[in-house]
């Protein structure tokens, strides 16, 4: 093979095979290469044996060489964008006695579906599940002088525990610890059920993590129901709640000498048994490495009733859930073959008819990816081997420039999510599809009137410099997708050279956050799902990473601006020109809110919301209550209206999340929980946790 031949494309295909997939937030994620989204790729089927499962495993480890395992695994609760908070005006079963009128909820997706979290409350009571003893006995053994390293010789008993703590909160007077449960994790509050996700007292060696449900009838006395432990194998990658129900979604690492049947987890000593009959896969073999199941748990006895399983790709799994079905995605990529031999029929000038008609009868042998790729390779370089010196050297450079803008007007031939929709009616896959690109988590997903819409970012995967020529751009798309998972509308090339930060579907808007050194807002017109468009653009300083609406004409921003934590106050009431009207630079290098949404509080009554740092707990209001707006003689414009003001800073170590109770807030952190006045910002109550 002569030196230099085709340098420029065999850096490239080599790369193809080798290199693994980064995100710009991640480790190293396993490379996956596979047959391009045609109209095989979105077809289900169920597996019909162990046997079946194995020529599946084997076909799908032809298109890349080295495929296995290791992904990094970026959960459906990597969250980085925000929802509305929703608030209860009454709790059935209370009684009409002492009730209070306004309970905030956990922060989530869609109204109505609930999400787990380490706070949860009924209006009445408090659960928060932290790690008060591990803070309380790392502060106490800092005081006594005790390294880090030195803690294993401390006693079993004076170890770090976790534990949920069940607080008495309302009426105020009587602020106390009520009760605690020696388990740590998410909760889910169903009425008088509370459910812990616990990683508590993992035995590594048989069984992982458990769920426990427990009957806090009597906050005093909670008394556990049942069980649920699962497999050591077996991780939870998210949940809902939702009408007494716990939609439960997990993931199994594929055992590729026994891939099936399998046993995810057991109730009360129960197994729920998989059967390779019950697994289903994409028609077209597509590399995978896990099986995630989905199941209905009953809140009150955790009785397992539906259950469905599909093959997938662990690195990039993302779960969103409408008030209809269940979406889950996979990451796959186009094959590298059909992508290089489209780059010599799309430059015929540089090559011979013959070279042509063999690489593409090339492309319908049933080798593996890496044999095409050779053939593809000897045929060129042997045709190259016909020219002189000079004439090969001019090839190469010409080859590598070709190659550049080749990738960048094809890379979405290469990067795909594969996604699933699971109908919550009769808990079967109802039908799956693919976009190009990667999505950043769940809040990339909405569905609206039926319709699916997608936000990814296509040259996450790729990050290929064809040697010094530069590399294939990033850039981002929104897709619509009707209810089959078919592509109806798109908006492309958002952002080029940027990644999505954040994203936020509201009915029929998208609001989209990009980011490499400026934070590109996007304003997407999704009214027309034949016909989304871009609709206005706003270049800032910083990103916003949480995006919250507001009201029907404003959005929230949290994110940086340089180290600092960067607020922005959005007007969208012009579609067309979307305006920062307001920013606050926090004293803050970090917030929780970032990569959690949970942890962020709107109170729509007092205009105000909350965020923790690592100082402190942080209320901001967002409208100007000014006196002479008020006036009905004065009209005061929207850029009088709303301003951010920092209402109220608490200084209080290890600040976790917030809540409200009629108008008192509860600010809660591992130490101790601060109760503030709405009306006037004052502290009127403490209650020391450790």
């Known amino acids: 093979m002569a030196a230099g031949v085709l340098l420029a494309i065999l850096i490239f295909v080599v790369l193809m095979i080798k290199i693994s997939c980064v995100d710009y937030d991640s480790p190293v994620v396993t490379n996956i290469l596979s047959k391009p989204a045609g109209e095989n790729i979105s077809d289900m089927e169920k597996f019909s044996s162990e046997q079946d499962f194995k020529n599946y495993l084997d076909e799908s480890s032809k298109l890349v060489e080295g495929y296995g395992g290791g992904f990094n695994m970026r959960a459906a609760n990597q969250l980085g964008s925000p929802s509305f908070m929703m608030e209860k005006s009454a709790i059935d079963g209370m009684g009409a006695g002492g009730a209070p009128e306004r309970i905030s909820e956990t922060n989530v997706q869609v109204a109505g579906i609930d999400e787990p979290d380490i706070v949860k409350t009924n209006g009445k009571e408090i659960y928060f599940s932290g790690w008060q003893r591990y803070y309380s006995i790392m502060r106490n053994n800092a005081d006594r002088g005790i390294s880090f390293n030195e803690q294993s010789k401390i006693a079993p008993e004076d170890q770090p525990q976790e534990k949920t703590n069940i607080i008495s909160a309302f009426p105020l007077a009587g602020l106390k610890v009520e009760s605690e449960i020696d388990k740590q994790g998410d909760?889910?509050?169903?009425?008088?059920?509370?459910?812990?996700?616990?990683?508590?007292?993992?035995?590594?060696?048989?069984?992982?993590?458990?769920i426990i449900g427990y009957d806090v009838s009597d906050p005093e006395s909670p008394e556990k129901k049942w069980t649920v432990k699962l497999d050591k194998n077996t991780s939870v990658i998210t949940s809902r709640l939702r009408g007494g129900k716990i939609y439960l979604i997990t993931k199994n690492i594929i055992n590729s000498s026994r891939p099936c049947p399998f046993e995810p987890l057991f109730t009360d000593g129960t197994a729920l048994n998989i059967q390779c009959a019950d697994i289903y896969h994409p028609i077209a073999p597509t590399p995978v490495d896990a099986i995630f199941?989905?199941?209905?748990?009953?809140?009150?006895?955790?009785?397992?009733?539906?259950?469905?399983?599909?093959?997938?790709?662990?690195?990039?799994?993302?779960?969103?859930?409408?008030?209809?079905?269940?979406y889950a995605t996979y990451a796959f990529s186009g094959?590298?073959?059909?992508?290089?031999?489209?780059?010599?029929?799309?430059?015929?000038?540089?090559?011979?008819?013959?070279?042509?008609?063999?690489?593409?009868?090339?492309?319908?042998?049933?080798?593996?990816?890496?044999?095409?790729?050779?053939?593809i390779t000897m045929l060129i370089e042997k045709y190259n081997n016909l020219f002189d010196n000079d004439e090969r050297l001019k090839r190469e450079n010409e080859m590598a420039n070709r190659m550049s803008a080749y990738y960048k007007k094809h890379n979405r031939d290469l990067e795909k999510t594969g996604i699933v929709k699971i109908a919550l009616e009769n808990f079967q896959i109802e039908s799956s599809g693919a976009v190009p690109g990667n999505l950043l988590n769940n809040f990339a997903m909405d569905e609206y009137q039926g319709n699916l819409r997608v936000a990814t970012t296509v040259g996450l995967r790729w990050g290929i410099d064809f040697d010094g020529m530069?590399?294939?751009?990033?850039?981002?798309?929104?897709?619509?997708?009707?209810?089959?998972?078919?592509?109806?509308?798109?908006?492309?090339?958002?952002?080029?050279?940027?990644?999505?930060?954040?994203?936020?579907?509201?009915?029929?808007?998208g609001y989209i956050v990009t980011f490499r050194q400026t934070d590109p807002f996007f304003v997407l017109d999704l009214a027309n799902p034949a016909n989304p468009v871009l609709a206005g653009e706003l270049k800032i300083p910083g990103y916003s990473s949480y995006l919250h609406p507001?009201?029907?004409?404003?959005?929230?921003?949290?994110?940086?601006?340089?180290?600092?934590?960067?607020?922005?106050?959005?007007?969208?009431?012009?579609?067309?020109?979307?305006?920062?009207?307001?920013?606050?630079?926090?004293?803050?290098?970090?917030?929780?809110?970032?990569?959690?949404?949970?942890?962020?509080?709107?109170?729509?009554?007092?205009n105000i919301f909350f965020l923790p740092g690592s100082k402190g707990g942080y209320v901001f209001s967002y409208m100007y209550n000014s006196p002479e707006c008020a006036k009905e003689t004065v009209k005061c414009s929207r850029y009088e209206l709303y301003k951010l003001k920092l209402k109220k800073?608490?200084?209080?170590?290890?600040?976790?999340?917030?809540?409200?109770?009629?108008d008192y807030l509860y600010i809660i952190g591992e130490d101790k929980i601060t109760v503030l006045n709405e009306t006037d910002w004052e502290k009127i109550s403490e209650l020391e946790l450790l």
Do not use: C
Request: glycine letters at 6%; charged letters at 25%; aromatic letters at 10%.
């Open 293 to 326: 199941t989905a199941m209905t748990l009953d809140s009150s006895t955790g009785e397992i009733k539906n259950s469905v399983s599909f093959v997938g790709s662990s690195g990039s799994s993302i779960i969103y859930m409408s008030e209809n079905a269940i």
């Open 335 to 375: 094959s590298v073959a059909e992508f290089f031999g489209g780059f010599v029929k799309e430059n015929e000038d540089i090559f011979s008819a013959e070279i042509i008609a063999k690489i593409k009868k090339l492309e319908s042998y049933d080798i593996s990816e890496n044999s095409k790729l050779q053939e």
């Open 649 to 662: 800073a608490v200084e209080q170590n290890f600040v976790k999340r917030a809540i409200y109770i009629n």
């Open 550 to 606: 507001l009201d029907a004409t404003h959005i929230l921003g949290i994110g940086m601006e340089g180290s600092q934590v960067k607020i922005s106050l959005f007007d969208v009431s012009d579609k067309n020109n979307p305006m920062e009207i307001d920013k606050y630079l926090l004293d803050e290098y970090w917030s929780e809110v970032s990569n959690n949404y949970h942890a962020f509080l709107l109170d729509k009554k007092h």
């Open 470 to 509: 530069g590399s294939g751009e990033t850039a981002s798309d929104v897709y619509v997708l009707d209810k089959n998972l078919q592509t109806i509308g798109q908006v492309l090339d958002l952002g080029k050279t940027e990644r999505i930060y954040s994203a936020r579907f509201i009915e029929d808007k």
């Open 187 to 210: 909760l889910l509050l169903d009425e008088k059920k509370l459910v812990i996700f616990s990683n508590s007292n993992i035995n590594y060696s048989q069984l992982g993590q458990e």
